[in-house]
T-cell receptor
């Protein structure tokens, strides 16, 4: 299994500022995923982060808006840049366990409100 | 492209009723995984089950059961004798391929409200 923690758990930010969300996994993992869940909506994948290489972004998400770092096999950060109220969402970090038959684990999420 | 459809947006039941949440998926892969997650009001995603495409056995875990039918591309979830604590949004999800690089595609979720 994998235990994932995220910081901060929630934040209220002003328009135009940036917020960096941290994700820590208790074991080494190959891939880490960042998802966004807008209010009342489903989860949408933002990007996939592999250690030592550039993150791969899904359609509709760009690196300038959501820069991601993956400095080692247990840690990643997602920055939400130049925020607007439309960025108000829950941001979740995820990874899949390394063992065969392991499942997809999610962090507790970061609840972001942009005023 | 893969797709997950949860046609039921919201379901309301009275405690102790049985309820089935529907999930229909689309994929071109022969190897894929299906998941169910529960999201209570607190917001965290609680893993319920993972099923691979080669295992069509139905599964029961306490009051929860899952019916996987490849012929209809469905992976339905039944809660027996529902309880108020079951109130949450339930998401069905799909990932293609067995590797650790697989990403999940989520359905839009079904909000279940269980009342006394």
């Amino acid at each position: 299994s994998a235990v994932i923690s995220q910081k901060p758990s929630r934040d209220i930010c002003q328009r135009g500022t940036s917020l960096t969300i941290q994700c820590q996994v208790d074991s080494q993992v190959t891939m880490m995923f960042w998802y966004r869940q807008q209010p009342g909506q489903s989860l949408t994948l933002i990007a996939t982060a592999n250690q030592g290489s550039e993150a791969t972004y899904e359609s509709g998400f760009v690196i300038d808006k959501f820069p991601i770092s993956r400095p080692n096999l247990t840690f990643s950060t997602l920055t939400v840049s130049n925020m607007s109220p439309e960025d108000s969402s829950i941001y979740l970090c995820s990874t899949r366990g390394q063992l065969a038959g392991d499942t997809q684990y999610f962090g507790p999420g970061t609840r972001l409100t942009v005023l | 492209a893969q797709k997950v459809t949860q046609a039921q947006t919201e379901i309301s039941v009275v405690e102790k009723e049985d309820v089935t949440l529907d999930c229909v998926y689309e994929t071109r892969d022969t190897t894929y995984y299906l998941f169910w997650y529960k999201q209570p009001p607190s917001g965290e995603l609680v893993f319920l089950i993972r099923r691979n495409s080669f295992d069509e056995q139905n599964e029961i875990s306490g009051r929860y059961s899952w019916n996987f039918q490849k012929s209809t591309s469905s992976f339905n979830f039944t809660i027996t004798a529902s309880q108020v604590v079951d109130s949450a949004v339930y998401f069905c999800a799909l990932s293609e391929g067995p590797g650790t690089a697989s990403k999940l595609t989520f359905g839009t979720g079904t909000r279940l409200q269980v009342t006394l």
